[in-house]
């Protein structure tokens, strides 16, 4: 027997995902309540806008869908024309050799024109295939390009992320937009032609055949906004699980899953979450199953009828025998064709909706965009003035940068010093222009970097963020970041060199052409410290005049960490450098020492003098040496 006082407690099973939806205020679903005269209203814009983008990208591969369409059209018209004047040969009087002689030439004509269509369809699949990559790469360019172009506080707007990973899924349904229009407008020149001939032949059975192939176009709709609506309920459940996807199958966080024990509870939660996806998703089977079993039923229903009125024409000798003949073969092409049409719109409406999100967002990174002047900044800079900024972060209501001033001079050492939260980054971003100040001003020179170009204002600084990007590009790349001074290496060295990184890198199996990521085949991986290293490299590479390092030493070795402080001071005389660090030793080399929290700086001057002055510096700097 176990005292119950002494069994340990059960542990809590494993949290389950948490849950997740689309629902920003900005987000809303587009087919909600989307009826059937919605979709046709809407299909003219969607083709032209579809032709639009095929002639942008390949106007001869356009021009040829075109013709192909227009020749399937007439290829369709004259095989029922024809067939009709085959029928009245056959069904006439005579013997079997006479008639079918008389009907050889129509069916020689029918013949042609039946393989005239065929021809123009393998043609169309052959445009499709030269326009469709060329789309689809031209609106995931488009996206990262939107991507990339936005200011940086767009990042942190509600819904930008959703709106973001919506439009994702919208470049992946483009290369289904041309397919989608071609076999739109083959059916609906067909339809036409089909019908054109069933008027001639008799005008009641056209309306007829309408009504015949209406339901299976509200049944298409129905089953659209079924779809899209599971997918709208899914987005932001796939958009976390592909991030965990990606986190937890990257070989740089392998041994934090394993060491921690998250092994079983990452399998755990990837399971959960894709069955709440599944759940939603089986949860639109019967329904999508019922819309489209009372739409055959009554589809086939009102087809009945067609048939029922073309008989009674026979039967009542309204239209003749051959005629007849002729109108059942064009009835059943018709039927196929208007099918045909109604699917294939709803299919070309259901991807418009996802190209719409791409679109939405497309506009939304145009308003998001800088909207700065054009004013070039200089190539050497004296001087930095700050006045009074103050930014917010988006949705925060303290803000992260309290009104402060500041003033930089070509030559100076800036050393950012404080808690976490206090500021100092965000302080570094203003400096850098990455951010502009919702009040105040950040100034090069006296001009506001409101009024300057971005691209102007970027190209004289230099950064090394606290989160640096490994790029998955070569090792030369990671050093100029695909911007090289020269054509030759001898800078790229300098730089290596300077930051104790040559023996490094002349061990990579390729030297300067090593692809650094190790995921992908014949590519090599750094260790932190390394890392860093090679990102500190990069700002001594650009030579600019402004020299910003967020705690540019925080993983490597005390050899390492003082190889860079000895380039930080040999670069001092001819830029302007910010330090950003909680290493408070290395606060020595700096002219200045800002001291800041809570967004304000709250003292300043040299280390010696703030050591000596009782305030929080000193109180950081005690508590540092007790640890």
């Known amino acids: ?334 039927v196929a064709a208007l099918t045909q049409v109604v699917i294939q719109g709803a299919a070309l409406f259901h991807t418009s909706l996802y190209l719409v999100d791409m679109r939405a967002f497309l506009d939304l990174a145009d308003e998001l965009a800088p909207k700065r002047g054009a004013l070039t900044i200089p190539e050497r800079i004296e001087e930095i003035r700050i006045d009074e900024a103050v930014y917010h972060y988006p949705g925060k209501e303290e803000p992260a940068v309290a009104g402060v001033s500041l003033t930089l001079r070509r030559g100076e050492i800036l050393a950012l010093v404080g808690e976490n939260g206090s500021g100092k980054s965000t302080l570094a971003r203003l400096i850098t222009g990455i951010v502009l100040p919702d009040k105040g001003a950040v100034q090069f020179d006296g001009i506001n970097l409101a009024d300057a170009a971005p691209s102007s204002v970027w190209s004289r600084t230099s950064l090394v963020p606290q989160n640096f990007a490994c790029w998955p590009l070569r090792a030369r790349e990671n050093v100029t970041l695909g911007q090289p001074r020269t054509h030759d290496d001898g800078p790229v060295w300098k730089a290596i060199d300077a930051v104790g990184m040559r023996e490094e890198v002349e061990k990579l199996p390729q030297g300067l052409d090593t692809l650094l990521a190790r995921e992908l085949f014949g590519g090599a991986e750094l260790s932190g410290g390394q890392w860093q290293r090679l990102v500190c490299s990069r700002a001594l590479y650009r030579q600019t005049p402004i020299v910003i390092l967020d705690e540019p030493t925080s993983q490597m070795d005390a050899r390492g960490e003082h190889a860079i402080f000895q380039q930080i001071k040999q670069i001092a005389p001819h830029c302007m450098t910010v330090v950003v660090t909680h290493q408070l030793e290395n606060t020595r080399l700096a002219d200045r020492i800002l001291v800041m929290d809570k967004g304000r700086v709250i003292e300043q001057g040299t280390y010696d003098e703030l050591v000596h002055a009782g305030g929080q510096f000193a109180d950081l700097v005690a508590l540092a040496k007790d640890r």
């Open 1 to 334: 027997m176990t005292d119950a006082s002494t069994t340990p407690p059960k542990t809590p099973p494993p949290p389950p995902p948490a849950s997740l939806t689309y629902g920003s205020k900005f987000a809303e679903n587009p087919l909600e309540g989307a009826r059937f005269g919605a979709m046709a209203r809407r299909l003219p814009s969607v083709l032209a806008h579809t032709a639009r983008k095929a002639w942008e990208v390949d106007k001869q591969a356009a021009v040829l869908l075109l013709a192909c369409q227009i020749f399937t059209g007439i290829a369709a018209a004259v095989v029922l024309a024809t067939t009709a004047r085959a029928m009245t040969h056959i069904l006439g009087g005579g013997t079997v050799s006479e008639r079918l002689h008389g009907a050889l030439p129509a069916l020689v004509v029918v013949t042609l024109a039946a393989g005239v269509g065929r021809m123009c369809s393998l043609l169309s699949s052959y445009t499709d295939g030269r326009i469709t990559p060329l789309l689809t790469t031209d609106a995931d360019v488009a996206l990262v390009a939107a991507v990339l172009r936005v200011e940086s506080s767009a990042y942190g707007r509600d819904g930008f992320a959703d709106q973001q990973e919506a439009a994702e899924i919208g470049v992946t349904r483009t290369r289904l937009m041309v397919q989608d229009a071609q076999r739109f407008t083959a059916a609906l020149v067909r339809m036409v032609a089909a019908g054109g001939v069933i008027t001639v032949l008799h005008p009641l059975l056209l309306p007829v055949l309408l009504l015949a192939v209406l339901p299976a176009g509200v049944g298409a709709v129905l089953s659209a906004r079924v779809d899209y609506r599971t997918h709208f309920l899914n987005l932001g459940d796939r958009n976390v699980r592909a991030m965990m996807r990606s986190w937890s199958t990257h070989a740089r966080f392998g041994d934090e899953v394993r060491a921690n024990s998250m092994t079983d509870y990452q399998i755990y939660w990837y399971r959960a979450l894709s069955e709440r996806i599944d759940q939603r998703t089986l949860k639109a089977v019967p329904q999508m199953l019922r819309i489209q079993t009372a739409s055959s039923a009554l589809g086939g229903f009102f087809l009945m009828c067609t048939w029922a009125t073309l008989a009674g024409l026979a039967i009542t000798g309204r239209i003749a025998l051959p005629i007849a003949a002729t109108a059942v073969v064009a009835v059943q092409t018709a």
